[in-house]
């Protein structure tokens, strides 16, 4: 308990699945939890349930992938907590299909949401995550930043950009000796509302449990727990580097 007491931390994507879990975990461990995503009602109901745990928390509602929406979002942190101590750049979904049937705009749309928000959250939250003098970013990718997949293309082109524009933020922010340590977690199959759908199709699920070794599909709360450490002190020494929480799909 308490390895995030009395930080400030910013998660997207946080209504539901992994964000919704890593708030809850958050909280647990003593921060401040500044939810956000673009689903209004959803971002209510994620809101109201951390009230059972500590006090203080809030949610913007804001698009990831637009500029201005994420300057205004940075200015109401700063006009209300003064500083940022830690930014999870979770938000994210996918769309696979073949590159014959992949059009221009998801294309676009899948480096939008997966990429470009965590670009943006860099840039704009930085100068918050400075000021703190210890600041930790935590950025989703996932094994398709690492291996690649048929009929995920735009998917694995993002989630491999979000890899090592990961690795770059944390040598620019070491040679800038600002205090930012900036990390990526790569999970493998993971029960969320948004994979749901799928996993409920007895054949797609069984192909995917055929390839890993542990045999089963991760929890939200597992990759929470990952995301805990590195954001927490106990990480002070890991920047540039990948989590990967994949049931030991990578290692064959």
């Known amino acids: ?14 209504a539901s699945g992994i964000g919704l879990a890593t708030a809850r975990r958050f909280a647990e461990q003593g921060a401040t939890v500044i939810l956000g ?8 109901q994620a809101l109201a349930s951390l009230g059972e745990i500590g006090t203080g928390h809030r949610a913007i509602r804001f698009d990831v992938t637009l500029e201005s929406e994420w300057v205004d979002a940075i200015a109401e942190i700063d006009s209300t907590f003064g500083r940022l101590d830690i930014l999870v750049n979770n938000a994210g979904f996918g769309k696979f299909q073949s590159i014959e049937k992949t059009t221009l705009e998801d294309w676009r749309s899948t480096i939008a949401v997966n990429l470009d928000s965590v670009f943006l959250g860099t840039r704009y939250a930085m100068p918050l995550l ?3 003098g210890h600041g930790a ?3 989703m990718s996932s094994i398709r930043g690492l291996v690649a997949g048929p009929n995920a293309s735009a998917y694995c082109a993002a989630k491999a950009g979000v890899r090592l524009f990961t ?3 944390a040598l620019e922010c070491a040679q800038a000796g600002n205090g930012i340590r900036v990390n990526s977690v790569h999970p493998g199959h993971v029960e969320t509302p948004l994979t749901a759908p799928a996993y409920a199709n007895p054949e797609i699920a069984r192909e995917f ?4 070794p542990l045999g089963r599909f991760a929890k939200p709360t597992e990759v929470a727990d ?13 920047t540039g580097s990948e989590v990967v929480i994949d049931g030991g799909i990578t290692a064959q």
């Not at 995503?37 to 209510?44: F, I, K, Q």
């Not at 449990?209 to 890993?212: A, G, M, P, R, S």
């Not at 990952?226 to 890991?238: P, Q, R, T």
């Open 1 to 14: 308990m308490n390895r995030l007491l009395n930080k400030i931390a910013l998660i997207t994507g946080a």
């Open 37 to 44: 995503d673009r689903n209004e009602a959803l971002l209510g």
């Open 130 to 132: 400075a000021r703190s």
């Open 137 to 139: 970013i935590v950025n």
């Open 167 to 169: 690795k770059a933020t």
């Open 209 to 212: 449990l055929e390839h890993t």
């Open 226 to 238: 990952a995301i805990v450490f590195l954001a927490s002190d106990e990480a002070s020494y890991m």
